[in-house]
């Protein structure tokens, strides 16, 4: 079936790395996509993968692809108090018809 | 550009109240899209419009009906509001449905009492 899987919380201290991680299910995603949402806002793509490729880094981020066992990685380095959000893993589903959305990663910086 | 709005952002219903939440958007995107967010269940897709003329379920659409008024805007009625529809509701558009880059509005947080 279709389910994106991730872990709630995440608790970190300014300075130190991140590491958000997922699971997806469909092989077939040839895009995977991470979001953030910060309080009271609405998502924001952040940063996504080509299915192809196993590594994508973007300044601070880094973001990892094992398609092999379908896991998904985000790395934040020198994280912020301003990187306190809930994080979003995401696939297309099965068709391209919509995206699916893991139930969101909590990160906490302790300053 | 205002990207995609929504109103409205704050609302109340008792049980058995209709309502109809507003979405908007100017980026001339083909696919909008009606989510619901509570906690700990991510998002959860209510309705979806692959182009202008075309609404299909997602994956909770009881309770719901939506309407593709044009290109830009889509709407979300809730004909006899229940508790269970206590959640904040997110629009979204892309240009296409097959691309995963969704753009949100700033969310509707409704209370059904």
């Known amino acids: 079936g279709e389910d994106v899987e991730q872990s709630l919380f995440l608790s970190v201290r300014e300075g130190d790395s991140s590491v958000i991680n997922c699971t997806y299910t469909?092989?077939?995603?040839?895009?995977l996509y991470w979001y953030k949402q910060e309080p009271g806002a609405g998502l924001q793509l952040l940063t996504y993968i080509f299915s192809n490729m196993d590594m994508k880094q973007d300044q601070r981020l880094t973001v990892l692809l094992n398609k092999k066992d379908k896991h998904l990685s985000l790395r934040i380095a020198d994280t912020q108090t301003g990187d306190s959000a809930i994080y979003f893993c995401?696939?297309?589903?099965?068709?391209?018809?919509?995206?699916?959305f893991g139930a969101g990663t909590r990160l906490f910086v302790k300053a | 550009n205002a990207g995609v709005t929504q109103t409205p952002k704050f609302q109340v219903l008792k049980t058995g109240q209709s309502m109809t939440l507003q979405c908007a958007q100017d980026?001339?995107?083909?696919?909008m899209y009606w989510y619901r967010q509570d906690p700990g269940m991510g998002l959860r897709l209510i309705y979806y419009?692959?182009?202008?003329?075309?609404?299909d379920k997602g994956e909770v659409p009881n309770g719901y009906n939506v309407s593709r008024l044009n290109k830009r805007e889509f709407s979300l009625r809730l004909e006899s509001a229940a508790p269970s529809q206590t959640s904040v509701y997110f629009c979204?558009?892309?240009?296409?449905?097959?691309?995963?880059?969704?753009?949100f509005g700033e969310g509707s947080r409704l209370t059904v009492l």
């Open positions: 980026m001339n995107h083909n696919s």
């Open positions: 995401a696939e297309i589903g099965p068709g391209g018809f919509k995206t699916i």
């Open positions: 419009s692959a182009s202008e003329g075309t609404t």
């Open positions: 979204a558009s892309s240009e296409a449905y097959y691309d995963g880059e969704l753009f």
């Open positions: 469909d092989s077939s995603s040839t895009y």
